[in-house]
Nanobody, 121 residues
Framework: QVQLVESGGGLVQAGGSLRLSCAAS????????MGWYRQAPGKQRELVAA???????NYADSVKGRFTISRDNGKNTVYLQMNSLKPEDTAVYYC???????????????WGQGTQVTVSS
């Protein structure tokens, strides 16, 4: 089995910073893309940032210049540094990894349990 555990969410004032982490454990052969998504109340889940195994990154327009995604392959971990936070960044943040559990198995997506980020005005 594979498990993703997130940490780092919380309550912060507008203009503040938070750093989210998501670590994978279990039977893992390789990790391909890693990403962060968020879902605000009454809204659909949306991509925030993603990073490939080659460290190519992609960001939602709303977070460009404020958020930075990075990965530590040795620790099977992805990070999301969030600066200049705004009230509209308030949401539950989820990590998603595309993982091969074995060389002969196809890759599939695994999700974290979600962590709440609340930005007060």
């Amino acid at each position: 089995q594979v498990q993703l555990v997130e940490s780092g969410g919380g309550l912060v004032q507008a203009g503040g910073s938070l750093r989210l982490s998501c670590a994978a454990s279990g039977s893992i052969f390789s990790i391909n893309d890693m990403g962060w998504y968020r879902q605000a109340p009454g809204k659909q889940r949306e991509l925030v940032a993603a990073i490939t195994s080659d460290d190519n990154t992609n960001y939602a327009d709303s977070v460009k210049g404020r958020f930075t995604i990075s990965r530590d392959n040795g620790k099977n971990t992805v990070y999301l540094q969030m600066n200049s936070l705004k009230p509209e960044d308030t949401a539950v943040y989820y990590c998603k990894f595309n993982i091969n559990r074995a060389l002969i198995l196809p890759a599939r997506d695994y999700w974290g349990q979600g962590t709440q980020v609340t930005v007060s005005s």
